[in-house]
């Protein structure tokens, strides 16, 4: 039997594992034996670890191996704490708040250099764990462990082992629900397009760092709320505990259960405590293990045991369908009139890649309102151009304003936030997105959902969700594609993939639409409708580059056509004046057959 | 004091020695090896085979060492490194680390957790220079960072092979459609920086003693040298190996051997910082983004 793809989309499915996490709160009611519940408390413990992880590593793809020390942070605060008799609320939050700051000043660092310098910062960090704690051996007891660390007192209430339990279990359910929250959020969206590409989630007006150091935050906290009930768990803790074993069990865990997953983290830590850390008769080969774990893990299951599930779940039990208000959308000039184009002027632009000019003196102007035709062979310039009017390349000589703001000293996401929205040569649709995400996700940076919001699912999140996805339908069936809103984006044609990126452009309220070569993959019928849709925007105001080889095209809708050689302008005037310029003849066809023409 | 300079400028060589390994790795492949100094490690063990269970001479143990740390090298990256470089995923910084992980355990069940000491070089004793002390193992590490270190610069920027490296370091693509046999490359890089850490092991035991858990601290300082250095610049990996290393040493002597890591991290954490190129950057590619 199998459901269609509506329900699977909506129906929800939280309430599965949150009926799960509520039966397994029950169990000590239900007489289970004090050692199975002590499983359950390492296994809650190691997946609060391995989600922080997975939302580091799987989702933003920075490898952080510093989770294990801080672990050892929230545990070593909240003993300490919890000698001097504070109250577990204090000693949590403080604890969460110390593996936060840790987390800070290793993350900023460790940001720097890509991605190895952040394992190697955090691999670092696990290396020095035994050296703090031995130069603090009067409040933290030293190589030998800290003692004496009484039950959690719950404002005022001695806390039971089964009280201490209950403390776990819910801990777990509520740190899982808000990871879960941020990453199905545009924010969790946000680092899905980063992964897959930073250039264009900066095209996007997402700030790269920003959203590597919020999401390696995110998985700090949890990591910290782990070691503060660790703590409390035999109310001793030791350094070994804390070693880069303790690292390497972690992203075993988060490999199996499948890195890019939010429950997945549940079962790796599940098999991790169940399986190998369970089996002390194989002490002296745990390393081994360990190491095999993550060569054959990241070699041939990469996606882990979630993949795995989500495959045959697609592929067995969900019926495609379209959904009703895909259906239903209609294209809205609504929306495209509210485009309000602005002008850009280039002026004696220089780009030089060490001794290679690639453009030399580029004057040009996008008028508001008009749409502008940059044409050339191969190699003159024309995407080096846009690749500077939108942030990637520093300019060399020159300004470039748009509407009177300087461009040329802002960052990539700066420009997309200040308005200029673009296309790319070779269409960038991330994985692991339906078609309405990946036009959604370009309204998230402007005006999108805040994160505690997200996070807490406050009331103006759905609103605000659904308003977005009703735009993006809108866009789709203004391109005619809403009908493949909810297949996955990445997996459609060149040529509908090219449209997608048109619709994402045209969704970020752009005041500059940059179109890298959109005709080419396009049969002639989608061409045509192509060339009618730029004239539409440009008749709402919007102002329009379109960088092509389609000669035909471009004279067709372009207002103004500029033609670059050589990184320099050689010709440029309305589309007539253009055509029948002898230097544009010979640009594309030689001096010889110009010489024949005339 | 001069004690203490020699001290931090022979566990510096061996930093050094490492980073170059690391180097030759990244210009061959742009990969980075985590395993490097776990193959070091590996390397001191079978040195300290070599001389109390076969008796073999200094020389004859350092060219098995290079042959072993050859192999692994080479198995590494038709293991770990070319599958995924055919599937597309960028898992390298997990499978390296994997590899390492299991010479570890490996180490942990042959040899057992006691580090153990090798016999080479013992007849100098112990010399005097320049008015510090210093042993012949640690006078040699600096004499074999320097050549090792001038050695992989004059190859990579001044023979057809380094040369080649670089060219595809810089763009794979370009540089097969020239003829260049990528793979073989990569897996030559391996091997030669494998060979490297293997050929030095047995000096470095003499320094640091053979134990399971030796690759672990030697990774991360190495990266730091790497950082400090800058990214593919041989020359770099000399100057900052000697300056991550006496500053180690110093700290140590003067505040106390736990602060010995703390201090290198701070140094890292300043690096990355402030100064995440290095010192002798070779400038940053400029790479076409879209």
């Known amino acids: 039997m199998r459901i269609g793809l509506r329900r699977y989309l909506t129906a929800p499915f939280w309430i599965i594992p949150l009926v799960g996490a509520l039966i397994v709160l029950a169990l000590p009611l239900l007489g289970a034996a004090p050692a199975v519940l002590r499983v359950i408390v390492s296994i809650c413990l190691l997946a609060l670890l391995v989600v922080g992880l997975n939302v580091t590593f799987g989702y933003s793809g920075e490898l952080a191996l510093g989770q294990s020390a801080l672990y050892a942070v929230g545990a070593y605060v909240a003993g300490y704490l919890a000698i001097q008799k504070f109250d577990l609320s204090v000693t949590f939050f403080v604890a969460l708040m110390s593996a936060a700051v840790v987390g800070l000043l290793t993350g900023v660092p460790g940001l720097r250099l890509g991605s190895w310098s952040m394992a190697m910062v955090t691999f670092f960090l696990v290396l020095l764990v035994p050296d703090v704690v031995t130069l603090l051996t009067e409040q933290l007891g030293g190589p030998s462990g800290l003692t004496g660390i009484p039950l959690p007192v719950l404002f005022g209430a001695k806390l039971t082992t089964a009280g201490y339990y209950s403390l776990v279990v819910t801990v777990t359910i509520v740190f899982f629900a808000a990871v879960r929250n941020f990453i199905v959020s545009p924010h969790g969206q946000a680092l899905r397009v980063m992964h897959e590409s930073p250039v264009l989630a900066r095209s996007l007006g997402f700030s790269v760092t920003r959203l590597k150091l919020t999401a390696y935050l995110i998985g700090a906290i949890p990591a910290g709320a782990a070691g503060a009930l660790f703590a409390y768990q035999d109310g001793y803790i030791s350094p070994t505990s804390f070693g880069l074993s303790m690292a390497i069990v972690i992203l075993a865990g988060s490999i199996i259960g499948g890195s890019a997953s939010i429950y997945g983290a549940l079962v790796g830590a599940a098999i991790m405590v169940i399986g190998p850390l369970r089996a002390t008769g194989v002490q002296q080969f745990s390393l081994i293990i360990f190491g095999l774990l993550l060569l054959l893990g990241a070699l041939f299951f990469s996606g882990g045991i979630a993949q795995l599930f989500r495959t045959l779940v697609r592929r067995y039990l969900v019926r495609d369908e379209v959904l009703p208000d895909a259906q239903a959308a209609v294209p809205s000039d609504e929306l495209i009139s509210r485009l309000r184009g602005e002008t850009l002027v280039v002026e004696q632009l220089v780009k030089r890649f060490g001794g290679n000019t690639a453009l030399d003196d580029v004057s040009v102007t996008f008028a508001a309102g008009t749409v502008t035709g940059l044409i050339g062979p191969n190699g003159s310039g024309k995407t080096t151009l846009l690749n500077i009017v939108s942030g990637f390349y520093r300019p060399t000589a020159g300004s470039i304003r748009l509407e009177g703001d300087d461009l040329g000293s802002l960052q990539p996401h700066q420009v997309a936030r200040r308005g200029v929205a673009r296309t790319f040569q070779t269409p960038v649709i991330p994985k692991g997105l339906t078609a309405a995400e990946s036009v959604a996700i370009a309204m998230q940076s402007a005006h999108g959902v805040s994160l505690p919001a997200a996070v807490l699912r406050l009331p103006g999140y759905r609103r605000t969700i659904r308003r977005h996805r009703q735009e993006a339908l809108e866009l789709l069936a203004l391109l005619d594609i809403a009908h493949l809103a909810d297949v996955d984006a990445s997996a459609l044609p060149l040529g509908t993939r090219r449209l997608l990126e048109v619709a994402r452009a045209l969704a970020a309220d752009a005041k500059l639409i940059l179109l890298d070569e959109p005709a080419s993959g396009l049969d002639q019928g989608e061409v045509e409708e192509l060339a009618n849709l730029i004239r539409k925007l440009r008749a709402s105001g919007a102002t329009i580059v379109l960088v092509e080889h389609n000669f035909e095209m471009v004279m067709s809708v372009a207002d103004h056509v500029y033609v670059l050689d050589t990184g320099r302008i050689v010709s440029s005037g309305d589309p007539d004046q253009v055509r029948n310029d002898p230097r544009v003849t010979e640009v594309y066809l030689g001096t010889a057959f110009a010489e024949k023409e005339q | 004091m001069i004690t203490t300079l020699w001290a931090g400028l022979s566990i510096g060589a061996v930093y050094a020695l490492v980073a170059i390994a690391y180097n030759i790795v990244f210009v061959g492949t742009r990969v980075f090896n985590f395993a490097q100094a776990y193959i070091l490690m590996i390397g001191t063990f079978i040195a300290v085979e070599a001389a109390t269970r076969f008796n073999l001479p200094l020389i004859v143990a350092i060219v098995v060492c290079a042959a072993a740390g050859a192999l692994i090298g080479a198995v590494e990256e038709i293991v770990a490194v070319r599958r995924l470089a055919r599937t597309g995923s960028h898992n390298e910084l997990v499978t390296t680390l994997g590899i390492g992980v299991i010479l570890s355990g490996?180490?942990?069940?042959?040899?057992?957790?006691?580090?153990?000491?090798?016999?080479?070089?013992?007849?100098?004793?112990?010399?005097?220079?320049?008015?510090?002390?210093?042993?012949?193992?640690?006078?040699?590490?600096?004499?074999?960072?320097?050549?090792?270190?001038?050695?992989?610069?004059?190859?990579?920027?001044?023979?057809?092979?380094?040369?080649?490296?670089?060219?595809?370091?810089?763009?794979?693509?370009?540089?097969?459609?020239?003829?260049?046999?990528?793979?073989?490359?990569?897996?030559?890089?391996?091997?030669?920086?494998?060979?490297?850490?293997?050929?030095?092991?047995?000096?470095?035991?003499?320094?640091?003693?053979?134990?399971?858990?030796?690759?672990?601290?030697?990774?991360?300082?190495?990266?730091?040298?790497?950082?400090?250095?800058?990214?593919?610049?041989?020359?770099?990996?000399?100057?900052?190996?000697?300056?991550?290393?006496?500053?180690?040493?110093?700290?140590?002597?003067?505040?106390?051997?736990?602060?010995?890591?703390?201090?290198?991290?701070?140094?890292?954490?300043?690096?990355?910082?402030?100064?995440?190129?290095?010192?002798?950057?070779?400038?940053?590619?400029?790479?076409?983004?879209?």
């Not at chain 2, 057992?112 to 220079?129: D, I």
């Not at chain 2, 990579?156 to 020239?178: Q, Y």
């Not at chain 2, 134990?211 to 030697?218: D, M, Q």
Request: aromatic content about 8%; proline content about 2%.
């Open chain 2, 106 to 290: 490996i180490a942990l069940l042959v040899w057992g957790s006691e580090p153990r000491s090798v016999p080479y070089l013992k007849e100098f004793g112990v010399l005097e220079v320049l008015g510090g002390r210093i042993t012949m193992g640690e006078l040699l590490l600096i004499v074999v960072a320097l050549v090792a270190g001038v050695g992989a610069w004059v190859l990579s920027t001044r023979t057809s092979i380094g040369l080649t490296a670089l060219a595809t370091s810089e763009d794979r693509d370009a540089a097969m459609l020239r003829g260049i046999n990528v793979r073989w490359l990569a897996t030559g890089a391996f091997t030669l920086a494998g060979a490297l850490v293997g050929a030095v092991a047995p000096l470095v035991a003499t320094k640091t003693y053979a134990t399971y858990h030796l690759g672990e601290g030697l990774a991360v300082k190495a990266f730091l040298v790497l950082a400090l250095g800058g990214f593919g610049s041989f020359l770099g990996a000399l100057l900052a190996g000697s300056i991550v290393g006496v500053l180690e040493m110093f700290a140590a002597r003067y505040l106390g051997s736990e602060w010995q890591n703390i201090t290198v991290f701070v140094l890292l954490l300043i690096v990355l910082l402030v100064l995440p190129h290095g010192l002798f950057s070779r400038g940053k590619a400029q790479e076409r983004v879209v």
